[in-house]
């Protein structure tokens, strides 16, 4: 008996304190689906202000009703997109497809800050009201063609600018909310989750993107996927849909990418990469058994640039990247975002694997070249500025001829520069241009396109003929 009453006396010392524990309170279900809800409007509330919709005029190849051809006839074409400011003086990033080609940029910021408790017939006539307010004029600042990326700049000042989220950070499963236009429907808003943290659209892309099942639909391109602190994860840029809309598959390139573009382009109106004179591609099974390779996957050096910096440094056909600057790389992406992130005037430290050995190599790496830079040293602002173009311009004389090696034609005015002004946006002209005739009249001087832009009056049609990156092609507009 006593054994028994021992275990029961045991039983009973550990139970009792058990008794007096307070069970946790239960909350409400109504109360959480309500704490969530609450959440949600005050990162609307707080993300909204900085989400703007762009609208772009450009000419765009039209088809033939009779005989289904396309690019016959170019007609004006209106093009909605959505962007979001990350600088309070103005800058906004949008994709490059949505301000491509572009004639004229305007910008509608599509919500002010408002408290989330405010009266609910002010907010419905506030989000009415902010529908109609007035588009501004925007000049675009730069384009990172590869990427999709675009920034463009408008005059204002002390605007609410989104951060940057981590993108280490991003797990699979995250709740994200995406801003934007979709079908030209301003201040949009939808929620999903992060599908998957990298996307390559091939295997040898150089990017990656984020996949997510937010609804994302045509008009959101340019918009942000931000996460639950309203920072910017990710920027919308394509679906993947057999009906136009949205299907649950969406993709936003990375903040981190975004970032460093956004930098660059600010600073500089492109990208100043840092070039080392190789080509790489991902090395999958198939390739690794027929070339004999010691691994069937990472990145692979498919070309040496002769005479450039890789091949000066020792690196040679089909070695192996393994690193760069002390990081270790494991695909293509990877390793082109560590070049992009790569500090200007420094060496690139890279790592190789070539058969079973391992081999340190110091390359030092150059800067893409670009025309602008090349003319800076020649601008005078105040007599190279053309007003009614917004653009800084130069004459083409033999000695530039041979320093722009390429052109097609040796005399006009090139853009050396873009005015902060709705002109540049109005006509299309970017950095690099060459405008070789106005209306058919060849240009020789800054002065004489100055003069002849001075002599069009307001709705008179003009056709600029120009050349741009090899190509000729004419850029038409009204006088505003």
């Given at each position: 008996m006593r054994p028994l009453t021992r275990v029961i006396t045991l039983s009973v010392?550990?139970?009792?304190?058990?008794?007096?524990?307070?069970?946790?309170?239960?909350?409400?279900?109504?109360?959480?689906?309500?704490?969530?809800?609450?959440?949600?409007?005050?990162?609307?509330?707080?993300v909204s202000p900085s989400v703007v919709q762009i609208s772009v005029t450009r000419f765009a190849p039209q088809d033939d009703g009779e005989t289904g051809r396309t690019g016959v006839t170019l007609d004006r074409q209106q093009v909605v997109g959505s962007g979001s400011?990350?600088?309070?003086?103005?800058?906004?990033?949008?994709?490059?497809?949505?301000?491509?080609?572009?004639l004229r940029i305007r910008v509608h910021r599509l919500a002010q800050a408002a408290p989330v408790n405010q009266d609910p017939d002010?907010?419905?006539?506030?989000?009415?009201?902010?529908?109609?307010?007035?588009?501004?004029?925007?000049?675009?600042?730069?384009?990172?063609?590869?990427?999709?990326?675009?920034?463009?700049?408008?005059?204002?000042h002390d605007l609410p600018a989104l951060k940057f989220a981590d993108y280490r950070k991003l797990r699979q499963g995250q709740v994200v909310f995406a801003f934007g236009s979709r079908q030209g429907l301003g201040n949009s808003m939808s929620m999903g989750v992060v599908s998957s943290v990298a996307r390559q659209p091939d295997q040898d892309s150089p990017f990656v993107y984020i996949q997510?099942?937010?609804?994302?639909?045509?008009?959101?391109?340019?918009?942000?996927?931000?996460?639950?602190?309203?920072?910017?994860?990710?920027?919308?840029?394509?679906?993947?849909?057999?009906?136009?809309?949205?299907?649950?598959i969406g993709f936003a390139i990375p903040s981190t990418l975004i970032e460093l573009s956004a930098d660059q382009l600010k600073k500089y109106g492109h990208m100043h990469r840092q070039l080392i004179g190789i080509g790489v591609q991902t090395i999958t099974p198939p390739l690794a058994d027929a070339l004999k390779l010691p691994r069937d996957s990472g990145v692979l050096v498919s070309d040496v640039l002769p005479k450039g910096p890789a091949e000066e440094a020792g690196v040679k056909l089909n070695d192996i990247v393994t690193a760069v600057d002390g990081r270790r790389i494991e695909n293509v992406p990877m390793f082109t975002t560590a070049l992009l992130s790569h500090?200007?005037?420094?060496?690139?430290?890279?790592?190789?694997?070539?058969?079973k050995e391992t081999i340190p190599l110091d390359i030092e790496a150059v800067e893409e070249s670009h025309k602008s830079d090349r003319l800076s040293d020649l601008i005078d602002p105040d007599?190279?500025?053309?007003?009614?173009?917004?653009?800084?311009?130069?004459?083409i004389v033999p000695e530039l001829a041979e320093m722009l090696q390429g052109l097609r034609g040796q005399y006009g005015v090139i853009v050396a520069a873009l005015s902060?002004?709705?002109?540049?946006?109005?006509t299309g002209l970017q950095v690099g241009d060459v405008i070789h005739e106005v209306n058919g009249t060849a240009v020789e001087s800054v002065d004489q396109l100055r003069s002849t832009m001075q002599?069009?009056?307001?709705?008179?049609?003009?056709?600029?003929?120009?050349?741009?990156?090899?190509?000729?092609?004419?850029?038409a507009f009204e006088v505003e």
């Open positions: 010392s550990v139970i009792l304190p058990l008794a007096h524990a307070q069970p946790a309170p239960r909350q409400n279900p109504l109360q959480i689906l309500d704490s969530f809800s609450q959440s949600a409007q005050a990162l609307a509330a707080r400011i990350i600088d309070s003086e103005g800058y906004i990033v949008t994709n490059a497809h949505v301000v491509n080609n572009a002010r907010t419905i006539s506030d989000t009415l009201a902010q529908a109609l307010a007035p588009e501004v004029d925007a000049t675009l600042v730069g384009i990172f063609k590869e990427l999709d990326m675009a920034l463009i700049k408008i005059p204002a997510t099942d937010a609804p994302i639909n045509p008009g959101d391109s340019g918009g942000p996927l931000v996460n639950t602190a309203g920072e910017i994860v990710g920027m919308d840029t394509f679906i993947l849909s057999q009906s136009g809309g949205s299907e649950g500090p200007a005037g420094e060496h690139v430290k890279l790592e190789v694997m070539r058969g007599k190279n500025r053309i007003s009614q173009l917004g653009i800084v311009g130069i004459a902060a002004s709705s002109s540049a946006s109005m002599k069009f009056k307001r709705n008179d049609s003009v056709a600029l003929f120009i050349e741009r990156d090899g190509k000729l092609q004419y850029l």
